[in-house]
C-alpha cells in the first residue's frame, strides 16, 4: 500500500502537466521564437557547415522563420535544438504524430523530471512526510503544471534551475560530498543564466553568497572553480549554437537581450508595476493555496525543528525576489524559479502539522483545513483556470476552422492571418503542407493548376507592415483572411461587398455569474470533460454541475464566458 502510495502522489506531477498540455495544446506570442525554431529544426534540417556562407544563409532565409521575423532581440537556439533532437526518434516511429504536442511534452516532462528530482531530494533529506505534502502541493499550484510544457525561454530554464536547487538541499552522506554538490548547482545555475534567462545571475548570486556566508561552501575551492565551469560551458554552448544559426559571429543572445531590456529599460515599454508587485500579487498566485504561504511557510520558518532547513529555502529565495523587485517591469514568470524551495518550505511545515496533528487542537483543525484547500485549490486550477486559459487562443482555433471549412475547395488558397491570430495560436506546425505534386497556373485557368490528389496548396502571410496593408492591391491578392474585425479589411479593399464573414471564433472574455434559475451553457468546460473523459464527460460535467448547485451553492453558479474574438473573412 505504501508503495503504490508513493507511486500515485510521484505520477501526479507528470500527469497534471500531461493534463494541461492536452486541454490547452496551442501557443502564445511569448512562446512563439522557440516553438517556430523546433518546426524549422524538424521540417528543413540544420544547413550543412559545409556549405558556402552564402548557400547557408539563403537556406536560412528561405526556411527559418527567425529571419523572417526575427524579434526585438535575438533568442537562443538551444532548447529547441534539444528539443528537436529529443523528439526526433518518436517521428520515426511515426511520421504522422503531432509534432508541437510531441516537442511541449517533452519539454514538460524534462520539468516534470526536475520537479520529482527536487521532491526525492526532499524525502532524503526530510522524510517521506514532507515530499507528499511538496508534491500535493505542486500538482495543486496552476501556473507551473500549466506553463511547465510552454516553450518560454523561463521554462526551459526553470527545469535546470530545479535540479540544480536540488542539490543545494540537506545531504547526509557528508562536507565534501556536499559541497561537490554545490559547484554542480552554482555551475547548472551559470549555464542557466548564460543561455537561457540573465536574470538567474541574481539567482545565482543569492544562493552563493547564502552558502558562502553560512560556511557551506568557500571561494577558491567552490565558488571561483563553479563559475568559470559554468561560464565556459555555457558560453561557449551559446555561442557557437546561435551564432551559427543567426548567422552572426560572435553572437551571445542573453546579453543581447540583457542590454536591450534593462540597460536600454525597452522592457518598461511592456508595462510597470509597483516594487511590492511579487509579494503582494505574483507568489501568492504561484503558490495559489493561501495556506502555503499564511501557515505553512511561517510555521517552518518558527519552529526550532525545521528553522535550519526552512531558513535555507526561503531567504535566498526571497532575497532575490526583493532585488529583482528593482526593475519596473515585473511579471510572474520571471520569479517562477523559485516556487520549488517555497513550496518546499510550506511542505515542512505542513509535515510537522500532520505528524503532530494528535498533539492539540490546533494542529487537528489545521490538518483538516489544508488537505481540504488543497483539493479546492486542485479543483479551481483544473476546472476553472485551465479551462480559461485553454479558451484564450483564438488564434490556433481559427486556423483550424478554415482549414476544416476550405480545404480541397479549390486548388490554391492564400489566406493572412491578423496580428490577434498570430499571437494566439497560430504556429507553422498547424500550416497544412503543400500537395506532393503541383505545378502553378495561371488564374485565368489557360494553364491549369496541376497537382495530385484532392489536396490544396495553402499559402500563409503574417505581413505586419501597415503601408502595405493600407493598399486595396495587398488584400485583393487574398481568398480569406483571419482578422479581429472585418473593418480592418473592407476599409482599405477596392470593393469590400467581395468580402463576407464566414465564420467567428469565440475567445475568453472572462467570467460569467449564473443566478439560481439560468442555466447557461457550460460549453467551455464540458469541452474540457470531453477531451479528458470522451462523451461520459459531458455527462459527469452536468452531473457534477448539478448537485453542486443544489446542494451547496443553493443554486449559484460561474462559468466561462466567451466572445468572438477572430473572424474568418472570404473574398467572394
Not at 547557408?56 to 526556411?63: P, V
Not at 542539490?167 to 554545490?182: A, E, I, N, S, V
Not at 493561501?290 to 518558527?302: A, D, H, K, N, W
Request: aromatic content about 12%; charged content about 15%.
Amino acid at each position: 500500500m505504501a508503495r503504490l502510495t508513493g507511486f500515485l502522489v510521484f505520477s501526479a506531477i507528470p500527469a497534471v502537466i500531461l493534463l494541461h498540455l492536452l486541454v490547452s495544446p496551442y501557443t502564445k506570442v511569448e512562446e512563439s521564437f522557440h516553438i517556430q525554431a523546433i518546426h524549422d529544426i524538424l521540417t528543413y534540417g540544420i544547413p550543412s557547415p559545409g556549405l558556402s556562407k552564402d548557400a547557408i544563409l539563403t537556406r536560412f532565409r528561405d526556411q527559418y522563420d527567425h529571419f523572417s521575423f526575427p524579434g526585438a532581440v535575438p533568442r537562443t537556439f538551444i532548447g529547441a535544438l534539444a528539443l528537436s533532437g529529443v523528439s526526433q526518434p518518436f517521428i520515426w516511429l511515426d511520421k504522422n504524430v503531432n509534432r508541437q504536442l510531441l516537442a511541449r511534452a517533452m519539454l514538460g516532462l524534462f520539468n516534470a523530471f526536475a520537479l520529482l528530482s527536487y521532491a526525492s531530494g526532499l524525502q532524503r533529506a526530510f522524510g517521506k512526510a514532507t515530499a507528499y505534502w511538496y508534491l500535493l502541493f505542486q500538482a495543486s499550484q496552476f501556473h507551473v503544471v500549466y506553463y511547465a510544457s510552454r516553450t518560454l525561454s523561463n521554462m526551459f530554464a526553470f527545469g535546470i534551475t530545479t535540479l540544480a536547487l536540488r542539490l543545494l538541499l540537506p545531504d547526509p552522506t557528508g562536507p565534501d560530498r556536499y559541497r561537490r554538490r554545490c559547484r554542480l548547482s552554482l555551475s547548472l545555475l551559470t549555464i542557466a543564466g548564460i543561455v537561457f534567462r540573465a536574470e538567474l545571475a541574481l539567482l545565482l548570486a543569492t544562493h552563493t553568497i547564502f552558502l558562502f556566508v553560512t560556511g557551506r561552501i568557500r571561494m577558491q575551492k567552490d565558488i571561483i572553480p563553479a563559475g568559470v565551469i559554468g561560464l565556459l560551458t555555457g558560453l561557449t554552448a551559446t555561442v557557437v549554437v546561435d551564432s551559427y544559426f543567426w548567422q552572426q559571429f560572435p553572437l551571445w543572445p542573453e546579453l543581447a537581450a540583457f542590454k536591450f531590456n534593462v540597460i536600454s529599460g525597452q522592457a518598461s515599454a511592456w508595462g510597470t508595476h509597483p516594487w511590492y508587485f511579487y509579494f503582494a500579487n505574483a507568489i501568492p498566485r504561484l503558490l495559489l493555496n493561501p495556506l502555503t504561504y499564511l501557515v505553512g511557510i511561517p510555521l517552518s520558518l518558527f519552529l526550532p525543528s525545521t528553522r535550519r532547513a526552512s531558513v535555507s529555502l526561503v531567504v535566498p529565495s526571497l532575497t532575490y525576489v526583493a532585488l529583482y523587485s528593482l526593475q519596473p517591469h515585473k511579471e510572474w514568470r520571471f520569479i517562477v524559479y523559485i516556487i520549488p524551495p517555497l513550496t518546499a518550505a510550506a511542505a515542512l511545515g505542513t509535515s510537522y502539522i500532520w505528524t503532530h496533528r494528535t498533539r492539540s487542537m490546533a494542529y487537528r483543525v489545521l490538518s483538516i483545513l489544508i488537505p481540504l484547500s488543497t483539493l479546492a485549490t486542485f479543483l479551481i486550477s483544473t476546472f476553472i483556470l485551465l479551462p480559461a486559459s485553454a479558451a484564450n487562443y483564438p488564434g490556433g482555433h481559427a486556423l483550424e476552422t478554415l482549414h476544416v471549412y476550405a480545404h480541397g475547395s479549390q486548388p490554391v488558397i492564400n489566406v493572412h492571418m491578423g496580428n490577434l491570430a498570430c499571437q494566439t495560436g497560430v504556429t507553422r506546425f498547424l500550416q497544412l503542407p503543400p500537395p506532393l505534386l503541383h505545378l502553378p497556373g495561371r488564374p485565368d485557368w489557360k494553364i491549369p493548376f496541376l497537382q495530385g490528389g484532392s489536396s490544396t496548396l495553402w499559402l500563409y502571410d503574417k505581413t505586419e507592415d501597415e503601408t502595405l496593408k493600407s493598399t486595396p492591391e495587398f488584400w485583393d491578392r487574398f481568398d480569406y483572411v483571419l482578422a479581429e474585425d472585418e473593418r480592418e479589411v473592407t476599409s482599405k479593399a477596392a470593393d469590400p461587398k467581395r468580402w463576407e464573414v464566414v465564420e467567428e471564433v469565440d475567445g475568453f472574455a472572462g467570467l460569467k455569474v449564473l443566478p439560481p434559475g439560468e442555466h447557461g451553457t457550460g460549453k467551455v468546460e464540458k469541452e474540457v470533460f470531453q477531451t479528458l473523459l470522451g462523451e461520459n464527460g459531458v455527462a459527469l460535467f452536468d452531473l457534477v454541475r448539478d448537485t453542486v448547485r443544489r446542494y451547496i451553492t443553493r443554486g449559484w453558479w460561474a462559468e466561462i464566458r466567451m466572445e468572438p474574438k477572430i473572424k474568418i473573412l472570404k473574398h467572394v
